[in-house]
């Protein structure tokens, strides 16, 4: 298992440094190449949809004036952003992915769609998906990661805004139930479970045959991955005892399954995983 391709959907918000510097380190790391995907409609389309949406809404030159500014001013600001990082973090731009034992290399894309599309054609062929957590002041986040997670199908590494990218080498968690989901969150992170210094598999609720954690560290083992197993037990919140696990080992790196109890995708966000990250703060990786 390889990072070849990591996505990273750039809004034109503050999570867009955080995302960079998240994936620079990755990439760099595993020789991958960057996709920076910045999803902005023509103002001429998405005005079209408004006054087709919303007939009762009348078009003004003004308001097509004012879309176009603010949709150039924020593709320019992306494009400073990007380069900047580019720049500071030793990565090539460049239209092709590096050569076998080269160093990684970059893109940025302007695509035309919508948030939602444009994540979903790209995450279908990307390795991993970085994007800042949907939290306070960043609710439009929930648009990449919906489109990658459930529409696409591909793990996501959730970050929280102004955190720094030092999973490498740092104590790594596993949040097992013996899930589908868990499962493909597992094989998503194995790139990722081998740079960390340990990785803990842990089990909260009652004894379950399928949660059983013998046969994941000894599939990790397979993987030249050592870990160990350690059942939480059932007395507790399973989300406050792993958090706590969390800040004994010092993670910075959790695994779980996402997946939701309605037909309401937000509910993940609004449950387990914004729980556990209401502790330490780590990276998440994610898949459904």
Same mark, same amino acid.
């Given at each position: ?5 990591? /996505? ?11 995302? @960079? ?9 595993? +020789? ?9 409609? *023509? ?9 087709t949406?919303?007939?009762?809404? %009348? ?13 150039? *001013?924020?593709? #320019?600001?992306? +494009? ?8 500071? &973090? =030793?990565? #090539?731009?460049? *239209?092709?992915? #590096? #050569? ?6 970059? +893109? ?26 949907? =939290? +306070? ?12 997670? %459930? ?6 590494l ?5 955190s720094? !990218?030092?999973?490498? =080498? ?7 139930? =013996?899930?589908?989901? $868990? &499962? ?5 992170? /194995? ?12 089990? &909260? ?5 399928m $949660? ?5 560290? &000894? ?11 350690i ?5 507790? *919140?399973p ?22 109890? !309605? ?13 556990? @990250? ?11």
């Open positions: 298992m390889t990072i070849g391709t990591i /996505l990273v959907p750039l809004l034109g918000d503050a999570g867009d440094g955080d995302c @960079l510097a998240w994936a620079g380190t990755l990439a760099q790391k595993h +020789k991958s190449h960057v996709i920076a995907l910045h999803p902005s409609p *023509n103002p001429s389309d998405a005005l079209y949809a408004l006054a949406s919303t007939p009762e809404v %009348f078009v003004t030159e003004t308001m097509e004036r004012t879309l176009r500014e603010q949709t150039s *001013n924020r593709r #320019a600001a992306v +494009k400073r952003r990007y380069t900047a990082w580019a720049e500071s &973090a =030793g990565v #090539a731009c460049g *239209n092709t992915p #590096a #050569a076998e034992g080269a160093d990684c290399t970059a +893109k940025l894309v302007v695509d035309p769609e919508t948030v939602e599309p444009a994540v979903l054609r790209y995450a279908l062929v990307s390795d991993l998906i970085v994007t800042v957590l949907p =939290g +306070k002041g960043m609710e439009r986040r929930i648009e990449p990661l919906n489109a990658a997670l %459930f529409d696409a199908g591909r793990p996501v959730g970050v929280s805004a102004g720094t !990218s030092d999973i490498l =080498g740092a104590p790594a968690i596993v949040a097992w139930n =013996g899930s589908s989901e $868990a &499962a493909r969150a597992l094989t998503a992170a /194995l790139p990722l479970l081998r740079d960390a210094s340990s990785v803990t598999i842990l089990h &909260a609720g009652e004894p379950d045959t $949660a059983a954690l013998d046969p994941v560290t &000894a599939y990790l083992d397979h993987h030249h991955i050592k870990s160990q197993g059942e939480l037990g059932a007395h507790g *919140n989300t406050e005892l792993i958090a706590t696990k969390i800040s004994e080992l010092g993670a910075r790196l959790l695994v779980m399954g996402a997946y939701s109890h !309605s037909r309401l995708r937000e509910s993940v966000l609004g449950g387990v995983t914004r729980e556990m @990250l209401a502790g330490p703060p780590v990276a998440l990786l994610m898949a459904h």
